[in-house]
T-cell receptor, first 113, second 114 residues
Framework: DQQVKQNSPSLSVQEGRISILNCDYT??????FLWYKKYPAEGPTFLIS?????DKNEDGRFTVFLNKSAKHLSLHIVPSQPGDSAVYFC????????????FGKGTLLTVNP | GAGVSQSPSNKVTEKGKDVELRCDPI?????LYWYRQRLGQGLEFLIY????????KSGLPSDRFSAERTGESVSTLTIQRTQQEDSAVYLC????????????FGPGTRLTVL
C-alpha cells in the first residue's frame, strides 16, 4: 500500500510560469513533510519542508502548502526556471521514534525555455 | 565539506553472487540511512543506524540483506545470493542527529543483477 502518492508522473511548464506539484498521503500519523529534488545520476537534495502544525511554508521561489483535512500537500515554484527541471519527490515521516521517510514515486518536472 | 559518498557507482553482477555496497557519511553525522529505488518507484527505506544504538532493520526485504556500521563512520550494505529483483539504485543518506528531519543523500550505487 502506497502511503504517499504523487499521481502525476510528469509535468511540463513554460519558463516564468508557475509549477504546481501535488502529493497525497493516507497515513494520518505523518507529522512532517519534505520535498526533495533529484537530478539524473545524483542523489536527492532537500528542497523545503513543512510541519503538520503549519499550512504554508515559503522559501524564495518555493512554497509548500499543506491541507491536513484533505491529506494533501503541494509544492509551488514561481517563477519556474529551466534549472528547476528534475524529478521531485514528496516524503513524509511520523513522529515519535520513527524517523524513516516514506517517499512518493516522484514527478518529473520539465521547464521549457 | 565533503558530502555523502558511495561506492561503487555502478555494479553489475550475476544472479546468485554476493555484493557489498559502501557508504561514507558526512563527518560528524550520527544517523545513517539506506534506501533503494527500483525503476519507476519511489525511494524505499531499508535500514537506519543511530550512533551505537541497535539499528532499525524493519525495511530490509529479506534475510539476504544485511548492513553494518562501525561507530559513526562507514557503512556497508551486503546482499547475498542476489536476485534480478534486487536490481535498483541503492541510496545512502546521513543526518547530524536522529531528530534532524533533513537527510543528506549520496549519489547512489546502481546495481544490475543479470
Amino acid at each position: 500500500d502506497q502511503q504517499v502518492k504523487q499521481n502525476s508522473p510528469s509535468l511540463s511548464v513554460q519558463e516564468g510560469r508557475i509549477s504546481i506539484l501535488n502529493c497525497d498521503y493516507t497515513n494520518s500519523m505523518f507529522d512532517y513533510f519534505l520535498w526533495y529534488k533529484k537530478y539524473p545520476a545524483e542523489g536527492p537534495t532537500f528542497l523545503i519542508s513543512i510541519s503538520s502544525i503549519k499550512d504554508k511554508n515559503e522559501d524564495g521561489r518555493f512554497t509548500v502548502f499543506l491541507n491536513k483535512s484533505a491529506k494533501h500537500l503541494s509544492l509551488h515554484i514561481v517563477p519556474s526556471q529551466p534549472g528547476d527541471s528534475a524529478v521531485y519527490f514528496c516524503a513524509a515521516r511520523t513522529g515519535g521514534s520513527n524517523y524513516k521517510l516514506t517517499f512518493g514515486k516522484g514527478t518529473l518536472l520539465t521547464v521549457n525555455p | 565539506g565533503a558530502g555523502v559518498s558511495q561506492s561503487p557507482s555502478n555494479k553489475v553482477t550475476e544472479k546468485g553472487k554476493d555484493v557489498e555496497l559502501r557508504c561514507d557519511p558526512i563527518s560528524g553525522h550520527t544517523a545513517l540511512y539506506w534506501y533503494r529505488q527500483r525503476l519507476g518507484q519511489g525511494l524505499e527505506f531499508l535500514i537506519y543506524f543511530q550512533g551505537n544504538s541497535a539499528p532499525d532493520k524493519s525495511g530490509l526485504p529479506s534475510d539476504r540483506f544485511s548492513a553494518e556500521r562501525t561507530g559513526e563512520s562507514v557503512s556497508t550494505l551486503t546482499i547475498q545470493r542476489t536476485q534480478q529483483e534486487d536490481s535498483a539504485v541503492y541510496l545512502c543518506a546521513s543526518s547530524p542527529e536522529l531528530v534532524y528531519n533533513e537527510q543528506f543523500f549520496g549519489p547512489g550505487t546502481r546495481l544490475t543483477v543479470l
